[in-house]
T-cell receptor, first 116, second 111 residues
Framework: AQKITQTQPGMFVQEKEAVTLDCTYDTSDPSYGLFWYKQPSSGEMIFLIYQGSYDQQNATEGRYSLNFQKARKSANLVISASQLGDSAMYFC?????????????FGQGTELSVKP | EAQVTQNPRYLITVTGKKLTVTCSQNMNHEYMSWYRQDPGLGLRQIYYSMNVEVTDKGDVPEGYKVSRKEKRNFPLILESPSPNQTSLYFC??????????FGSGTRLTVV
Protein backbone atom coordinates (compact mmCIF):
# COMPACT_ATOMS: atom_id res chain seq x y z
CA ALA A 1 0.00 0.00 0.00
CA GLN A 2 1.17 3.50 -0.69
CA LYS A 3 2.61 5.27 2.30
CA ILE A 4 4.65 8.34 3.14
CA THR A 5 6.87 8.44 6.21
CA GLN A 6 8.40 11.53 7.76
CA THR A 7 10.41 10.48 10.78
CA GLN A 8 11.28 13.93 12.13
CA PRO A 9 8.35 15.44 14.03
CA GLY A 10 10.34 18.60 14.72
CA MET A 11 13.64 20.13 13.73
CA PHE A 12 15.64 23.22 14.56
CA VAL A 13 18.06 24.99 12.25
CA GLN A 14 20.14 28.11 12.60
CA GLU A 15 19.32 30.96 10.25
CA LYS A 16 21.41 30.86 7.05
CA GLU A 17 22.27 27.20 7.45
CA ALA A 18 21.02 24.37 5.26
CA VAL A 19 18.59 21.76 6.54
CA THR A 20 17.39 18.40 5.22
CA LEU A 21 13.90 17.12 5.91
CA ASP A 22 13.53 13.38 5.47
CA CYS A 23 10.83 11.57 3.54
CA THR A 24 10.52 7.94 2.52
CA TYR A 25 7.72 6.48 0.48
CA ASP A 26 6.32 3.14 -0.46
CA THR A 27 4.53 2.33 -3.68
CA SER A 28 4.31 -0.51 -6.15
CA ASP A 29 3.32 1.79 -9.01
CA PRO A 30 6.21 2.73 -11.32
CA SER A 31 4.56 6.03 -12.20
CA TYR A 32 4.19 8.50 -9.36
CA GLY A 33 4.92 12.01 -8.29
CA LEU A 34 6.49 13.32 -5.12
CA PHE A 35 5.71 16.72 -3.64
CA TRP A 36 6.70 18.93 -0.78
CA TYR A 37 4.34 21.46 0.73
CA LYS A 38 4.86 24.13 3.35
CA GLN A 39 2.12 24.99 5.85
CA PRO A 40 2.80 28.13 7.90
CA SER A 41 0.88 28.86 11.07
CA SER A 42 -1.75 30.71 9.01
CA GLY A 43 -2.81 27.32 7.65
CA GLU A 44 -2.51 27.52 3.87
CA MET A 45 -0.73 24.78 1.91
CA ILE A 46 2.04 26.15 -0.26
CA PHE A 47 3.52 24.04 -3.06
CA LEU A 48 7.32 23.94 -2.95
CA ILE A 49 8.69 21.34 -5.32
CA TYR A 50 7.78 18.35 -7.46
CA GLN A 51 9.69 15.24 -8.58
CA GLY A 52 8.34 12.75 -11.08
CA SER A 53 9.31 9.11 -10.78
CA TYR A 54 10.85 9.14 -14.26
CA ASP A 55 12.71 12.40 -13.86
CA GLN A 56 16.42 11.79 -14.23
CA GLN A 57 17.60 14.85 -12.37
CA ASN A 58 16.78 16.05 -8.90
CA ALA A 59 14.26 18.87 -8.86
CA THR A 60 15.28 22.34 -7.74
CA GLU A 61 13.22 25.47 -7.09
CA GLY A 62 15.22 28.38 -5.79
CA ARG A 63 16.45 27.52 -2.29
CA TYR A 64 14.61 24.19 -2.36
CA SER A 65 15.99 21.01 -3.81
CA LEU A 66 14.73 17.48 -3.68
CA ASN A 67 17.25 14.71 -3.09
CA PHE A 68 15.57 11.87 -4.96
CA GLN A 69 16.99 8.40 -4.36
CA LYS A 70 14.67 6.07 -6.20
CA ALA A 71 16.24 2.79 -5.14
CA ARG A 72 15.99 3.81 -1.49
CA LYS A 73 12.52 5.28 -2.02
CA SER A 74 13.50 8.51 -0.42
CA ALA A 75 12.69 12.10 -1.39
CA ASN A 76 14.37 14.41 1.08
CA LEU A 77 13.85 18.16 0.93
CA VAL A 78 16.91 20.35 1.25
CA ILE A 79 16.44 24.00 2.15
CA SER A 80 19.57 26.04 1.67
CA ALA A 81 20.31 29.27 3.54
CA SER A 82 17.37 28.99 5.95
CA GLN A 83 15.36 32.10 6.69
CA LEU A 84 13.15 32.95 9.65
CA GLY A 85 10.17 32.79 7.32
CA ASP A 86 10.91 29.13 6.65
CA SER A 87 9.56 28.23 10.11
CA ALA A 88 6.51 26.10 9.34
CA MET A 89 5.18 22.57 8.97
CA TYR A 90 6.51 20.72 5.95
CA PHE A 91 4.63 17.87 4.34
CA CYS A 92 5.92 15.29 1.92
CA UNK A 93 3.25 13.82 -0.35
CA UNK A 94 2.95 11.27 -3.11
CA UNK A 95 0.50 10.85 -5.94
CA UNK A 96 -0.05 7.77 -8.07
CA UNK A 97 -1.65 9.08 -11.21
CA UNK A 98 -4.11 6.25 -11.68
CA UNK A 99 -5.02 5.71 -8.06
CA UNK A 100 -8.27 7.51 -7.25
CA UNK A 101 -7.46 10.05 -9.88
CA UNK A 102 -4.06 10.73 -8.44
CA UNK A 103 -4.97 11.61 -4.88
CA UNK A 104 -2.23 12.93 -2.65
CA UNK A 105 -1.06 10.79 0.23
CA PHE A 106 0.59 12.93 2.90
CA GLY A 107 3.16 12.21 5.53
CA GLN A 108 2.61 13.36 9.10
CA GLY A 109 4.77 16.41 8.62
CA THR A 110 7.92 17.93 10.11
CA GLU A 111 7.77 21.14 12.09
CA LEU A 112 10.79 23.27 11.23
CA SER A 113 11.90 26.07 13.50
CA VAL A 114 14.55 28.51 12.26
CA LYS A 115 16.52 30.18 15.03
CA PRO A 116 18.03 33.67 14.58
CA GLU B 1 -2.92 34.98 -11.02
CA ALA B 2 -3.50 31.23 -10.91
CA GLN B 3 -5.41 30.40 -7.80
CA VAL B 4 -7.97 28.33 -5.98
CA THR B 5 -10.47 30.46 -4.09
CA GLN B 6 -12.17 28.91 -1.12
CA ASN B 7 -14.86 30.50 1.04
CA PRO B 8 -15.42 31.07 3.85
CA ARG B 9 -12.07 31.04 5.65
CA TYR B 10 -13.70 30.55 9.03
CA LEU B 11 -17.11 29.16 9.90
CA ILE B 12 -18.79 28.30 13.17
CA THR B 13 -22.13 26.55 12.86
CA VAL B 14 -24.53 24.43 14.84
CA THR B 15 -25.20 20.73 14.50
CA GLY B 16 -27.62 19.93 11.72
CA LYS B 17 -27.57 23.25 9.91
CA LYS B 18 -26.76 22.68 6.26
CA LEU B 19 -23.74 24.52 4.92
CA THR B 20 -21.74 24.83 1.72
CA VAL B 21 -18.07 25.61 1.34
CA THR B 22 -17.38 27.04 -2.08
CA CYS B 23 -14.30 26.37 -4.21
CA SER B 24 -13.39 27.95 -7.52
CA GLN B 25 -10.26 27.67 -9.68
CA ASN B 26 -9.16 29.79 -12.63
CA MET B 27 -6.62 27.39 -14.16
CA ASN B 28 -9.00 25.34 -16.30
CA HIS B 29 -7.98 22.21 -14.40
CA GLU B 30 -10.09 19.14 -14.92
CA TYR B 31 -9.23 17.52 -11.62
CA MET B 32 -10.36 18.94 -8.28
CA SER B 33 -10.58 17.45 -4.82
CA TRP B 34 -11.42 18.14 -1.20
CA TYR B 35 -9.27 17.24 1.81
CA ARG B 36 -9.71 17.57 5.51
CA GLN B 37 -6.86 17.98 7.96
CA ASP B 38 -7.09 16.78 11.55
CA PRO B 39 -4.43 16.60 14.28
CA GLY B 40 -2.91 13.16 14.44
CA LEU B 41 -4.74 12.02 11.30
CA GLY B 42 -3.09 14.28 8.76
CA LEU B 43 -4.72 15.19 5.46
CA ARG B 44 -7.31 12.86 4.01
CA GLN B 45 -9.21 13.04 0.75
CA ILE B 46 -12.99 13.46 1.01
CA TYR B 47 -14.13 13.57 -2.62
CA TYR B 48 -12.58 14.19 -5.98
CA SER B 49 -13.74 15.07 -9.46
CA MET B 50 -12.05 14.12 -12.72
CA ASN B 51 -14.19 16.47 -14.78
CA VAL B 52 -17.60 18.11 -15.05
CA GLU B 53 -20.32 15.79 -13.76
CA VAL B 54 -17.71 13.18 -12.76
CA THR B 55 -17.22 12.84 -9.02
CA ASP B 56 -16.11 10.01 -6.77
CA LYS B 57 -15.57 9.23 -3.13
CA GLY B 58 -12.22 9.59 -1.46
CA ASP B 59 -11.19 8.03 1.82
CA VAL B 60 -13.60 9.83 4.16
CA PRO B 61 -16.77 10.74 2.22
CA GLU B 62 -19.37 10.06 4.92
CA GLY B 63 -21.42 13.13 5.76
CA TYR B 64 -20.35 15.10 2.69
CA LYS B 65 -21.68 15.78 -0.77
CA VAL B 66 -20.11 17.47 -3.77
CA SER B 67 -21.18 18.61 -7.18
CA ARG B 68 -19.33 19.59 -10.36
CA LYS B 69 -21.71 21.36 -12.68
CA GLU B 70 -19.03 23.54 -14.21
CA LYS B 71 -15.31 23.08 -14.55
CA ARG B 72 -14.22 25.92 -12.31
CA ASN B 73 -16.45 25.21 -9.28
CA PHE B 74 -16.45 22.30 -6.85
CA PRO B 75 -18.51 23.05 -3.74
CA LEU B 76 -18.46 20.87 -0.62
CA ILE B 77 -21.85 20.40 1.01
CA LEU B 78 -22.52 19.27 4.56
CA GLU B 79 -26.21 18.44 4.68
CA SER B 80 -26.35 17.89 8.45
CA PRO B 81 -23.04 18.83 10.05
CA SER B 82 -21.92 17.10 13.23
CA PRO B 83 -19.16 17.98 15.71
CA ASN B 84 -16.87 15.27 14.28
CA GLN B 85 -16.76 17.32 11.07
CA THR B 86 -14.95 20.10 12.86
CA SER B 87 -11.77 20.33 10.85
CA LEU B 88 -9.59 22.34 8.48
CA TYR B 89 -10.79 21.81 4.92
CA PHE B 90 -8.84 22.31 1.72
CA CYS B 91 -9.96 22.42 -1.86
CA UNK B 92 -7.32 21.64 -4.47
CA UNK B 93 -7.06 21.53 -8.23
CA UNK B 94 -4.41 19.69 -10.15
CA UNK B 95 -2.07 20.24 -13.01
CA UNK B 96 -0.91 16.82 -14.23
CA UNK B 97 2.70 17.80 -14.22
CA UNK B 98 3.08 20.19 -11.32
CA UNK B 99 0.66 18.82 -8.84
CA UNK B 100 -1.90 20.49 -6.74
CA UNK B 101 -2.77 24.08 -5.97
CA PHE B 102 -4.59 24.40 -2.69
CA GLY B 103 -7.12 26.93 -1.56
CA SER B 104 -6.46 28.92 1.59
CA GLY B 105 -8.42 26.51 3.75
CA THR B 106 -11.68 26.69 5.70
CA ARG B 107 -11.62 26.25 9.46
CA LEU B 108 -15.00 24.76 10.31
CA THR B 109 -16.28 24.39 13.86
CA VAL B 110 -19.54 22.54 14.46
CA VAL B 111 -21.00 23.03 17.93
Amino acid sequence: AQKITQTQPGMFVQEKEAVTLDCTYDTSDPSYGLFWYKQPSSGEMIFLIYQGSYDQQNATEGRYSLNFQKARKSANLVISASQLGDSAMYFCAMSELYNQGGKLIFGQGTELSVKP
Amino acid sequence: EAQVTQNPRYLITVTGKKLTVTCSQNMNHEYMSWYRQDPGLGLRQIYYSMNVEVTDKGDVPEGYKVSRKEKRNFPLILESPSPNQTSLYFCASRDLRYGYTFGSGTRLTVV
